[in-house]
T-cell receptor, first 115, second 110 residues
């Protein structure tokens, strides 16, 4: 079975450029989550969707970050303009349901470096 | 959210059992106890979860203390592939958030 697919795996770009990270969740999963991992802050939830609708975006750092889910099989996380402090590994995860009985399945992440 | 305490690191020999402890003394009665692990350069991977009873699956066993203030993840025969950071996460059934702490880094010696 295909797991959560993220692209690109690595992204290096200059400060000020727009960055778009992509995610394809597992088919049939109703929930999609975006996380960020840094050495300083560990793994943090940025935003999650239920049935393509954003439910909680309280973890999004600031207005430079935006996320969309135009359909059940695709989501994007966009940073515009990017800054060096946005350098991190970004993970997408999906699950059948959001509550504590259902595991989340993670992709392998996008390693983002902003120069 | 319940606070967890895990050792920063542990070591094990290959093919020996490993017991990874977690204290979650502030856990509430409806919090599930989830364990995830993260191998190098990969995303977190679900391992196991439970509420009150001990649980077994193909990857590991989870032993939950009777007062639920601690739990232990048991890998019955560690392999080199089990070297990872292991996260213990109390998770409210009504919540949608997995809150990752710093976890335990497991080193497996050949």
């Amino acid at each position: 079975d295909a797991g959560v697919i993220q692209s690109p795996r690595h992204e290096v770009t200059e400060m000020g450029q727009e960055v778009t990270l992509r995610c394809k969740p597992i088919s049939g999963h109703d929930y999609l989550f975006w996380y960020r991992q840094t050495m300083m802050r560990g793994l943090e939830l940025l935003i999650y969707f239920n049935n393509n609708v954003p439910i909680d975006d309280s973890g999004m750092p600031e207005d430079r970050f935006s996320a969309k889910m135009p359909n059940a099989s695709f989501s994007t996380l966009k940073i515009q303009p990017s800054e060096p402090r946005d350098s991190a590994v970004y993970f997408c995860a999906s699950s059948l349901a959001g509550q504590g009985t259902q595991p989340q399945h993670f992709g392998d992440g996008t390693r983002l470096s902003i120069l | 959210d319940a606070k967890t305490t895990q050792p920063n690191s542990m070591e094990s020999n290959e093919e020996e059992p490993v017991h990874l402890p977690c204290n979650h003394s502030t856990i509430s009665g409806t919090d599930y106890i989830h364990w995830y692990r993260q191998l190098p350069s990969q995303g977190p991977e679900y391992v196991i979860h439970g509420l009150t009873s001990n649980v077994n699956n193909r990857m590991a066993s989870l032993a939950i203390a009777e007062d639920r203030k601690s739990s232990t993840l048991i890998l019955h025969r560690a392999t080199l592939r089990d070297a990872a950071v292991y996260y213990c996460i109390p998770w409210m059934d009504s919540s949608y958030k997995l809150i990752f702490g710093s976890g335990t880094r497991l080193l497996v010696r050949p």
